[in-house]
């Protein structure tokens, strides 16, 4: 079964922690706010518009109705799709649950099956595929509505998406591309955005070297197609 999920979270650091989740698969549509055990940050509810008051009287991870349809879903027979999954699967590990089945990163499998496009964020991939197009109709048969960095809304937003990127890649692909490391060919931000990563490295190697010694939290995937330019220039 294919397990469509997102999580809306305090912020992306270490102390971080899960404050919503969304699921979306062939047996439940559910979303719930979560008590993620600290005062939410305002840049966080910019974002989501998620307040401390409204997860005040919510219950925390461990005791919620999430909790226990990921437990149950948890199997190696099931699929975790999801944008940024090592994100979500990183609040997921901090809750307890290490997931059991397969993994689809829908954001690396967009930046590895269309490397030209000007973002990755799964709003941005919305307009850019023109997934609106047919987004009314898609929601209206699940009876939830469009709402932007809501999780639910987020999930079903995840299932568009991979079904989209199903005319690229076949569901075995889309597994294996998220297990693995991808070349990336262009430099997504800095000085030399949007700019192809193998010719910086013959015209400016330093650019990217100084990029892997100072931005220690870079994308793995970034850090592996800068380091594999360097070596091959």
Known sequence: MLIFFDTETTGVEAKDRICAVGIACETHLHEELIH?????????????????????????????????????????????????????????????????????????????????????SLQFLRYELRLYREEEAFFAAAGVSVAPHRPLSDALHVRMLYDYLLDLADHQKLVDISRSHILLSRLPFGKYAKKRIEEIALKDPGYLKWMLDSLHDMDEDLRYSIDYYLRND
């Open 36 to 120: 993620p055990g600290k005062k939410m940050p305002p840049a966080a509810s910019a974002v989501h518009q998620i307040t401390s008051e409204m997860v005040a009287e919510a219950p925390e991870f461990s005791r919620s109705e999430s909790c226990r349809i990921l437990k149950a879903f948890n199997l190696p027979s099931n699929t975790l799709v999801s944008h940024n999954a090592p994100f979500d699967l990183s609040m997921l590990s901090k809750e307890g649950i290490e997931w059991q089945g397969d993994v689809i990163d829908t954001l690396k499998c967009a930046k590895a099956l269309m490397d030209d496009l000007e973002g990755y």
